[in-house]
């Protein structure tokens, strides 16, 4: 079992940054693989980036292309979301999730796919 727990949320202008941290205790982080999903008021939860067990394969959703970018610290066990250019629609609660898949290569972006969930964090942008 792993817990999981986000940080690195909050307000910001838009067109700035934020970097998002998910830290995993419990388990080693390179078994699994992770994604970041967030939702906003009133909309379903969605995966905006995803990466797998190996590391090798990751996922972004369209609207956030060439602005987020995911990455893993094995040694701080460790996932980060880096969000640049942020707009005012990227506000919303995001979550970092986790499924057990050792040496894996497949990515995995419905919300059912993920076993283990953080708590969230807030990221409001303002315009």
């Known amino acids: 079992q792993v817990q999981l727990v986000e940080s690195g949320g909050g307000l910001v202008q838009a067109g700035g940054s934020l970097r998002l941290s998910c830290a995993a205790s419990?388990?080693?982080?390179?078994?699994?693989?992770v994604g970041w999903f967030r939702q906003a008021p009133g909309k379903e939860r969605e995966c905006v980036t995803a990466?797998?067990?190996?590391?090798?394969?990751?996922y972004y959703a369209d609207s956030v292309k060439g602005r987020f970018t995911i990455s893993t610290d094995n040694a701080k066990n460790t996932v980060y979301l880096q969000m640049n250019s942020l707009k005012p629609e990227d506000t919303a609660i995001y979550y970092c999730?986790?499924?057990?898949?050792?040496?894996?290569?497949?990515?995995?972006?419905?919300?059912?796919?993920?076993?283990?969930w953080g708590q969230g964090t807030q990221v409001t942008v303002s315009s």
């Open positions: 990466i797998s067990s190996s590391g090798g394969n990751t």
């Open positions: 419990g388990r080693t982080f390179s078994s699994y693989a």
């Open positions: 999730a986790a499924v057990l898949a050792s040496y894996s290569k497949h990515v995995y972006i419905r919300t059912t796919s993920y076993a283990y």
